[in-house]
């Protein structure tokens, strides 16, 4: 018995990987944690307290994260008729 199965594309990920220590990294992880970095540094510098300054930039982190990988997921997908 033969079954068709439908095929899968790939995106080519060149543009979306960066290569860290030989891994191939997804750009948006690198971009939350810069955004997560500077908001760590701005709050810091503003409030002079570590607290604020962690939890601010966890926050921006996981906003930038998943926003980021919603958009590239939402780019990736095929279109449906």
Do not use: C, N, S
Not at 4 to 12: C, D, F, G, S
Not at 20 to 30: F, N, R, S
Request: charged letters at 10%; hydrophobic letters at 60%; a positive charge.
């Amino acid at each position: 018995m033969t079954a068709a199965l439908p095929r899968h594309t790939r995106v080519a990920h060149a543009r979306t990987t960066v290569d860290l220590a030989g891994t191939a990294w997804p750009l948006y992880k690198i971009e939350a944690l810069a955004a997560g970095a500077v908001a760590f540094l701005l709050v810091l510098l503003v409030t002079q307290a570590l607290q604020p300054a962690v939890l601010i930039a966890a926050g921006v982190a996981v906003v930038v994260w998943w926003a980021r990988r919603l958009v590239l997921a939402h780019r990736a997908a095929p279109p449906t008729h």
